[in-house]
């Protein structure tokens, strides 16, 4: 299992008592922190260095909503990421809008050619899983497979599931 935190804030001290109290509870390797490029690029130089101290303890971390801020390639090269996660506003055009597609494509391409795992969001249709798929797209999220939904009805789909998976 593996915990993840979206949009925490590394440049300030902010991190530093939900980190503590975080840490104490679970193995680091089991959290994922997923931060957006805006957050990162508010101090860029201190940010870095505390990934790289966290990173250090086995904390991993992921770039949710790629390619809608104003991160460079080389503040990318510079970040301890072990994952994109392309922003649904890419995704959503992917079969209808050669730009689109070529700008899926070429992130893709170039998140595997650094090391990294790739995630699309807000995939809705068939056609679009396969074309990310076909373009060695590591996992999909979106409507596709299912809707936000509260936790105890998350629950009980997770307990069907399991018990159905059993017999």
Do not use: W
């Not at 460079?72 to 079969?95: A, E, G, H, M, N």
């Not at 650094?114 to 249709?125: D, K, N, P, S, Y």
């Not at 074309?131 to 497979?145: N, R, T, V």
């Amino acid at each position: 299992m593996v915990l993840v935190l979206a949009n925490v804030g590394l440049a300030g001290s902010r991190i530093a008592l939900p980190a503590t109290a975080i840490l104490s509870a679970i193995n680091p390797s089991n959290l994922k922190l997923e931060l957006t490029e805006s957050l990162v690029l508010d101090d860029i130089d201190n940010t870095i260095l505390k990934m790289h101290s966290l990173r250090e303890i086995g904390i991993r971390f992921s770039m949710d909503d790629f390619g809608t801020g104003y991160s460079s390639l080389s503040s990318l090269r510079k970040l301890p990421l072990y994952q994109l996660k392309i922003d649904q506003s890419f995704v959503r055009d992917i079969t209808t809008d050669p730009d689109d597609a070529v700008i899926v494509q070429t992130i893709i391409a170039m998140a595997m050619s650094l090391g990294m795992e790739v995630i699309a969001e807000g995939v809705e249709t068939e056609e679009q899983r396969v074309f990310l798929e076909l373009h060695g797209c590591h996992a999909i999220q979106g409507y596709l497979f299912g809707r936000p939904m509260p936790l105890d009805e998350f629950e009980r789909l997770l307990a069907s599931t399991l018990s159905t998976s059993k017999q």
